[in-house]
């Protein structure tokens, strides 16, 4: 397979062996600290070559799985399965160093004695590559990152982006059939975060890894992921694609956690197909029913960003596509493709409303929402 | 551009796969049986001689040092009279020593890490040779300066208004600080390396000048203050130097002093010098809890993977002035009074007095050199601290694992009060208490006979070594995030092959340094060398002692000098080759710039 | 975990570390006390005396037996005697006064052994009745070490030191820190003979003499310092060591240290004692090593070794005389009953301590 390189610029080429990427089984793992369950009988499969997030808050729980498949962290019970190989269990674990992984820090973790060449060399220590090999091996990879002159460096006279890369190409070098990711954007700008992000999707999906990549920014989930597994206090609560995870969150708590604009309580009033009514407010809308509830009862309404559009005061629409609130502008910020308002309305305060031009603030509005991007939660789901 | 072919993992995943699971459980016994192993050592060299130490207040007869089987007597003598004001008089010298080693080792710490101050090299010595410079020798120097008819009588000032100053609570308060310098500067400096310099850019940025960002970096350095104040508090607490000179002369009796007049003079009191341990221990678990109240939970751990350069401020001329103003102070008060007095004394013949008709020569060196007093014992001393020393490094390594652990367990917890416990206690009460432990029938009886043997001696300047090691290695652990490491488990290196490639180069000078100091402080330990070294075996600083015993001060002191000079030597040797032969990488570590 | 791998070697290492010892000591008590009376044991000598070290080469050199020296300061010494008490590891003590050896007489730690060699008169004084311990020689306290150069009065009784020409000028030991001074307040508590007033009436003198400016330094050496230092012009110290300043500083035109003993002087042997809990053949030994001790052969090493300190001391033997450099032994002389005066020695000392120090 042949590679054109976006992060160094010049084109570079070399051969990777193809669909390298392992299948991992999680099982049924648990894991406490004390009296604290960070982990509480999580399971999780994900296919080989397959990019997975796990998307959370911090404290979580998502980087105690993560170190579990690293083998950093032992498990209380279940099982971590890599391909054929049962690598943790209760009472067993197989060391971090046997597992034929690749890992990206969240601090970044360069030893600070190593000059950026000895960091990523390192990990070409347990691969055949003869030795002679290695130091092309390795230019090579930091050519791929952008960092092919600054090999005899230390870690501390680069800058944090740089850094980031150095951990990024010592995580791949030796082609490993597993790159975990810890957060690997956190410590980085805005500007940054997006390119990193972009070249580290570029490099697994080239080397066909299998990827478990953890953060607690949806954007960065949805923009990376395969598969999404969404958790929370030791659990994980929704798996899916990230379009079904948008679509159809579980829980409110998927719900907020993967982008809302907003929400409020309302009572059900009559039930659909899949569809509901709900009056939030005194204002009443169809909505996506998820769970199930009866009508009179109170239901968590909630609306993503995509659902809402601001028109025109007397607009006419399809009660069964979209619902009509009202509401107050409160602030309008310039996107460069158009305006994001915020708006107090019977929804709640709703953010990320985006029309093509600005309203003044303290201006009514109507805005329309989609019924497929608001969801009303029933209590017994 | 170059192709590669990768290895395929195929191969590898096969290869691990056969022995993986065998060998998981292997390590998951060989851990626990470790760790059980390390608390068994604790337990043994540690705990155990000074819990049967502190048995013999409660239970004189136990030990057969009284008739008493259960008895608080030793208690209520120990709460009266001379002794009380000893304790009292303890606390207050301490407390005073502990708060000025703090300060004065942060303001070191600070110059020598964040500015460009002139001589840091010179101070990182100076702060050195203190540490190995004995707290009676500094005592022993301000005497031969400011007692009448002394050096500055002899050269025609009048020293009677420093002496009524010195010779009292704040001289002896001052010498502790002093020696209490070195403790806290490591404590402190250790810390503030991990610190980046965001801090000082986040006060710079909101309007501080450099004033503000040394209170921030105070208030970011809490624990390790604190931790420095606590050190310092319990050495000064034990400190037995200035209590048999300086405190002595100038009759202010503290706690040590009552400690040894019960353990040294005839009859033996072994019950009442318990009960004095006994306050001591109390002592220090007071002060444990304040730091703990006063931290609140913090830990100290700063340092990450993610490399940060402080902030080196620029010196102007007349912060440069302050700086060698103080500098030279600092030194005239800790190593230049007692060179003046151990060097003169070691130069004059007779018992070290400058005026009268002694002569100034090399007779007493030319006297020790050929002597086997000197010859015999400082080769046994040294070999024994070489030993020591390394065995005390890798164990306090792992006591500092175990402190360092984030959170602190509570094992962790009892580890730190034990340790600081041991700092509280004189050398002289881990001696009887090894006597105690080590040489009870039962024990002989087990088949164990290691008293009467270096191995006994060995292990017991371990055990005196042990607490004050492990402070110096903690901070240095504790700036090491668990992710370097984890890093090369996770990238392929065994656990063998982490230490040795990430571990040891990252702490390889906090190591070295804890080396030198363990083996500088071991050559010249005394209270234990003086119980437990096998008869037959003269270790230096017993043969130091005898000398000076016997009236032969310009022999003892030349002893002493010759033995400071070859631990001199071998530090100098060491850092030496260090900066010859270890990795350039290595190097950089821990190095501001 | 590679710290508790580490953990386990260094706790392996230390276990060889004991279990070595162990090993070799082991190994080695069996082989020596197996075949008692063929084979030879090495005595453990605890010691404080100068001489010490070469006293246990010159017995062995004549004898064959081995001799483990524990030289160090009395003070540790007794110290580790007491600690052991429960399992003694010495064969014998050899330090200055007999009180402790009255006080382990008392215990029964010692094995009482009379030695053939002949006693002089001051040797027949000091030798205790049941022989439960052996003084191999005699220093006297208090020398009267003063100044010659700074002063011409000369005192010729303790009393006369509370006069007006010795204020401020009068330095001693303090006993809780020097082991000679302790037997000199008890011998000027015994000078009266009566035990039931001597103790008041001592106490009176020496609240006298620190109302007369007495100065108190730790030991013999630190009071001798302040002689030569021009602090005081009149040490009262241990006879060997003042005689050792005699004889190693030349005269000056500021400092002629000359020695003056007042009545009584209070006899300070140095003293051998046998532990009673070792076996037969070192017991033999033991008694061996007293013989040679009081023998002119080992007087001779005994006064060759420590020719500024602690040979200087009186023989008791009528074979040996004493140095050349010693002054005739002071006339008025006096042995306190050390099992009496043994048992004030902490209240006296912690009297000392609040009252006079």
């Avoid at chain 2, 031969?144 to 050096?151: A, K, M, Q």
């Avoid at chain 2, 318990?274 to 306050?279: D, G, Q, V």
């Avoid at chain 2, 055990?463 to 995030?481: D, F, I």
């Avoid at chain 3, 005699?246 to 004692?273: E, F, M, N, R």
Wanted: aromatic share 8%; with cysteine; glycine share 10%.
């Amino acid at each position: 397979m042949t590679a054109v390189l976006a992060a160094s610029g010049a084109p570079a080429s070399f051969e990777l062996p193809a669909g390298t990427g392992v299948e991992v089984e999680i099982s049924g793992v648990s894991r406490s600290f004390g009296s604290v369950a960070a982990l509480d009988d999580v399971s999780l499969a994900i296919e080989p070559g397959q990019i997975a997030v796990l998307l959370g808050p911090s404290g979580s729980g998502k980087t105690t799985l993560l170190r579990a498949v690293a083998g950093i962290e032992t498990v209380d019970a279940g099982t971590i399965r890599l391909g054929e190989r049962v690598l943790s269990r209760r009472g067993s674990t197989t060391s971090a160093d046997r597992r034929d992984l690749g890992m990206v820090f969240q601090d970044y973790a360069l030893w600070p004695h190593m000059t950026v060449r000895d960091n990523v060399a390192f990990a070409l220590r347990r691969t055949r590559i003869p030795i002679a090999d290695r130091r092309a091996r390795v230019d090579e990879v930091l050519g791929r990152v952008g960092l092919g002159e600054h090999g005899p460096r230390y870690p501390n006279e680069l800058s944090g982006g740089q850094q980031q890369r150095v951990a990024l190409a010592r995580a791949i070098v030796a082609n490993p059939s597993l790159l975990l990711f810890d957060e690997p954007l956190s410590n980085l700008d805005a500007d940054l975060r997006e390119r990193m992000r972009v070249e580290i999707s570029t490099l697994v999906r080239e080397s066909g890894a299998t990827a478990i990549y953890i953060t607690h920014d949806q954007s960065e989930a949805f923009a990376l992921a395969d598969v999404i597994a969404v958790v929370e206090a030791g659990r994980i609560v929704q798996v899916g694609s990230p379009e079904s995870i948008f679509s159809h969150p579980a829980t409110p708590f998927v719900a907020r956690f993967t982008g809302i604009s907003g929400g409020s309580n309302g009572t059900l009033r009559h039930l659909g197909d899949g569809r509901a009514v709900v009056d939030v407010s005194g204002c009443e809308l169809w909505v996506t029913l998820i769970g199930q509830a009866m009508p009179g009862e109170r239901v968590d309404v909630i609306a993503r960003a995509t659902a809402l559009a601001i028109v025109p005061d007397g607009t006419r629409v399809d009660e069964a596509v979209h619902g009509l609130v009202e509401g107050t502008v409160i602030d309008s910020a310039y996107r460069g493709a158009g305006y994001d308002h915020v708006v107090e309305s019977s929804l709640g305060r709703l953010t990320g409303v985006r029309d093509a031009q600005s309203h003044p603030r303290g201006s009514r509005c109507m805005i329309s929402v989609a019924v497929a991007a608001t969801f009303a939660f029933g209590n017994n789901r | 551009m170059t192709r590669l072919t990768v290895a395929l993992p195929a191969a590898r995943r096969g290869q691990s796969f056969l022995g993986a699971p065998r060998r998981a459980r292997r390590v998951a016994i060989g851990r626990s049986k470790a760790f059980l192993a390390f608390w068994i050592v604790i337990v043994l060299i540690l705990v155990l001689p000074i819990a049967v130490f502190l048995a013999v207040a409660i239970s004189p007869a136990l030990l057969d040092q009284g008739p008493a089987w259960l008895s608080v007597d030793a208690f209520a003598r120990a709460l009266t009279g001379p002794t009380l004001r000893g304790f009292l008089d303890s606390i207050v010298v301490a407390v005073i020593a502990a708060a000025v080693a703090a300060g004065v080792g942060f303001g070191l710490a600070w110059i020598l890490l964040r500015t460009d101050a002139p001589l840091r090299g010179l101070t990182t010595g100076l702060l050195f040779a203190l540490f190995l410079t004995p707290s009676y020798l500094i005592a022993l120097g301000w005497e031969r300066l400011l007692e009448p008819n002394g050096v500055l009588q002899a050269v025609g000032f009048d020293p009677a208004g420093i002496r009524s100053v010195i010779y009292g609570p704040i001289g002896v308060a001052l010498i502790l600080a002093v020696k209490g310098i070195p403790f806290a500067y490591l404590t402190v400096s250790n810390a503030l390396r991990g610190l980046g310099r965001e801090y000082d850019d986040a006060v710079r940025a909101h309007g501080g000048g450099p004033l503000r960002s040394i209170r921030m970096t105070v208030a970011m350095l809490a624990p390790a203050i604190w931790s420095a104040l606590a050190i310092v508090f319990a050495e000064s607490i034990s400190d037995y130097g200035v209590a048999a000179t300086l405190a002595n002369s100038a009759h202010f009796p503290v706690a040590t002093s009552e400690l040894y007049n019960a353990v040294e003079a005839f009859p033996v009191d072994f019950p009442l010098a318990s009960a004095i341990s006994w306050l001591l221990l109390l002592l220090v678990v007071v002060a444990l809890w304040l730091q703990n109240r006063a931290l609140n939970g913090r830990s100290f751990q700063v340092f990450s993977g993610r490399a940060r350069q402080p902030l080196i401020v620029r010196m102007r001329a007349g912060s440069i002035a302050i700086w060698l103003v103080a500098f030279v102070t600092l030194i005239a008060t800790s190593l230049g009074v007692p060179v003046v007095g151990a060097v003169s004394a070691s130069l004059i013949d007779g018992l070290g007095s400058i005026s009268g008709s002694h002569a100034w020569n090399l007779h007493n060196y030319q006297r020790v050199l050929v002597s086997p007093e000197l010859g015999g014992p400082l080769v046994y001393s040294a070999i024994l601290a070489t030993i020591c020393a390394s065995a005390a490094v890798v164990l306090a390594l792992m006591c500092a694992r175990v402190l360092a652990t984030r959170g602190g367990s509570r094992l962790g917890r009892l580890l730190d009060t034990a340790l600081l416990g041991a700092v509280a206690l004189p050398g002289i009460v881990f001696a009887a208490g090894y006597i105690f432990a080590y040489n009870l029938p039962i024990v002989n009886a087990l088949g164990i006979r290691i008293y009467g043997t270096s191995a006994l001696l060995l292990l017991a300047y371990l055990a005196t070594a042990l607490p004050s090691t492990t402070r110096l290695l903690v901070g240095a652990m504790s700036q090491q995030h668990d992710s370097m490491s984890q890093a090369a488990r996770v990238h392929g290196a065994g656990s063998i092959g982490t230490w040795l490639r990430v571990s040891l180069p990252i702490l390889a000078r906090p190591l070295l340094s804890a080396w030198l100091l363990t083996y500088s402080a071991t050559l010249l330990e005394l209270p234990v060398s003086q119980l437990l070294a096998p008869p037959g075996s003269q270790p230096i600083s017993v043969g130091i002692t005898v000398a000076l015993n016997r009236y032969d001060y310009g022999g003892g002191t030349a002893m002493e000098i010759l033995a400071i000079l070859s631990a001199l030597a071998i530090v100098a040797i060491a850092y030496g080759l260090f900066h010859l032969l270890a990795p350039r990488g290595w190097k950089r570590i821990g190095v501001a710039r | 975990m590679k710290t508790r791998t580490r953990a386990l070697g260094a706790a392996a290492a230390l276990a060889g570390i004991a279990l070595l010892a162990g090993c070799s000591a082991a190994a080695a008590a069996p082989a020596a006390s197996g075949s008692a009376g063929a084979k030879l044991e090495p005595l453990v000598l605890y010691a404080a005396e100068g001489y010490d070290a070469n006293m246990g080469k010159a017995f062995t050199a004549k004898t064959g037996i081995p001799v483990k020296v524990d030289d160090d300061s009395t003070g540790p010494l007794l110290t580790k005697v007491a600690a052991e008490k429960n399992n003694p590891q010495w064969s014998m003590l050899w330090v200055d006064g007999d009180q402790a050896f009255a006080s382990l007489a008392q215990q029964g730690q010692l094995l009482a052994y009379q030695s053939p060699a002949a006693l002089n008169a001051v040797g027949k004084t000091i030798a205790p009745a049941d022989h439960s311990y052996t003084p191999t020689g005699t220093t006297v306290m208090a020398a009267l070490i003063y100044n010659a150069a700074k002063t011409t009065s000369v005192p010729t009784s303790y009393d006369e030191l509370l006069g007006a020409a010795y204020i401020g000028k009068v330095g001693m030991n303090d006993p809780a820190q020097s082991g000679p001074t302790y037997p000199f307040i008890a011998g000027v508590m015994n000078q009266d003979g009566s035990k039931a007033t001597g103790i008041k009436a001592g106490e009176a003198f020496f609240e006298k003499l620190k109302a007369n400016g007495l100065h108190v330094y730790p030991t013999n050496g630190d009071t001798l310092h302040a002689l030569e230092t021009g602090q005081v012009e009149y040490g009262l110290i241990q006879s060997s060591a003042a005689i050792g300043e005699t004889i190693k500083v030349k005269p000056t035109a500021d400092y002629q240290p000359k020695i003056v003993y007042l009545p009584k002087s209070t006899l300070l042997p140095s003293v051998l004692g046998i532990d009673k809990h070792i076996d037969a053949t070192q017991q033999a030994e033991a008694k061996k090593f007293v013989d040679f001790a009081l023998s002119a052969a080992g007087q001779k090493v005994m006064q060759a070794e420590d020719t500024s300190g602690d040979s200087l001391y009186w023989p008791i033997v009528t074979s040996v005389k004493a140095l050349p450099q010693l002054p005739a032994f002071p006339s008025a002389y006096q042995r306190i009953d050390p099992t009496y005066w043994g048992s004030q020695e902490p209240g006296i000392v912690s009297w000392f301590e609040q009252n006079i120090k």
